[in-house]
């Protein structure tokens, strides 16, 4: 790392914590009246060391459409009546044909110059859940993510094998250039002359996910990704681990993470929002905000959203910012956020 990165990465720290300390009431989302919501949904794009400026104009008006869009695919779902589980798969699948977020269309490239994408959803009514890793033609992981929770008689299926399983249950496929843009290649070139300089702090932490509650009770959970440029040796985060970047539980909540993932893997997280839910009779805000304390303290860096059993939805983060919205019967028009001092929709 040269001594010019670190400089940087330490500002960028300082800054982080700054903003964290100024602004940490943004960050919280009031508990909502008592008349909770029929139906609700929260999205997340990815974390990063965000700033007021730091994305150009048409940038920001991009990410926070992106977001809108999604939004607005799983409020039709839950609007006429349809389950959590297709609700939060028809956000993600939006959020994955979109090049802006670092998941399907528009995921980072490996060290060799491939786009291995993971993604998991989960079911909180019955508790069943399926998760892909490193899979490489399927054109919305998501998809195939639910395909193994419903066709197979597995959790987690992972690269050759998550291929194979694609094509003989006839999901889209997509070749190697589908995938290819050239913003995300032009991050690998960086990464290969300087193995930090892939870090773009506007989109540091590359996911993608969905929290729902259907009209009728049931909560459900989706996450996809195309993980960190340059990534080696089969690497895997956090996404595609059930209990760790993706979980739901009817009555507690349902939960999607993002952030650098073996941190979030160490502390459970996505699970451990849900039982500080269960177990503590904290509320969604409070259990988001105490799991993003304990990543915090072992060093680790991102956010999360989370919704509860009566559709109060939460956000949860220790960066500088998260592209997040949200969506609900009592409120219908969507609401989005980027940075971290901006209010929290809710």
């Not at 399983?165 to 496929?173: A, C, P, R, V």
Request: with cysteine; proline share 4%; net charge neutral.
């Amino acid at each position: 790392m040269s001594v010019t990165t670190e400089i940087k990465m330490t500002l960028q720290t300082l800054r982080r914590f700054t903003v964290l300390a100024l602004f940490g009431v943004a960050l919280s989302t009031p508990a909502l009246a008592d008349d909770a919501p029929k139906w609700s949904l929260a999205v997340h794009g990815g974390a990063g060391v965000l700033e007021r400026g730091e994305l150009t104009p048409e940038k920001d008006k991009a990410f926070r459409a992106g977001l809108d869009a999604a939004l607005e695919a799983g409020a039709k779902v839950l609007k006429a009546g349809g389950s959590s589980l297709d609700a939060v798969e028809a956000a993600v699948r939006v959020l994955e044909d979109n090049p802006l977020f670092n998941a399907g269309k528009g995921a980072v490239f490996t060290a060799e110059g491939r786009n291995e994408l993971d993604a998991a959803i989960m079911d909180g009514a019955t508790l069943k859940a399926g998760a892909v890793a490193g899979v490489t033609r399927t054109r919305n992981p998501i998809s195939l993510a639910r395909a193994v929770m419903e066709k197979s008689p597995h959790v987690l299926l992972a690269r050759e094998g998550a291929d194979q399983f694609s094509k003989e249950k006839g999901l889209e496929q997509a070749p190697p250039e589908y995938f290819y843009t050239e913003e995300r290649w032009k991050q690998l070139l960086a990464w290969r002359k300087d193995h930090q300089a892939m870090l773009d702090p506007t989109h540091l932490f590359g996911t993608v996910g969905a929290v729902a509650l259907d009209q009728a009770g049931h909560v459900a959970a989706a996450t996809s990704t195309g993980g960190m440029t340059g990534k080696r040796w089969g690497r895997i985060g956090d996404s595609p681990i059930i209990g760790a970047g993706t979980y739901a539980r009817d009555g507690d909540c349902a939960v999607s993470a993002t952030g650098s993932g073996e941190y979030f893997i160490r502390e459970s997280a996505a699970r451990q929002v849900c039982d500080r839910i269960a177990w503590k009779g904290e509320t969604v805000q409070q259990a988001a905000d105490g799991t993003m304390a304990s990543i915090t303290k072992i060093g680790g860096d991102g956010g999360l959203i989370a919704i509860d059993g009566q559709g109060r939805a939460a956000f949860g983060m220790n960066d500088l910012g998260m592209y997040r919205g949200a969506i609900s019967s009592a409120a219908p028009t969507p609401r989005t956020a980027i940075y971290a001092d901006e209010p929290s929709p809710r």
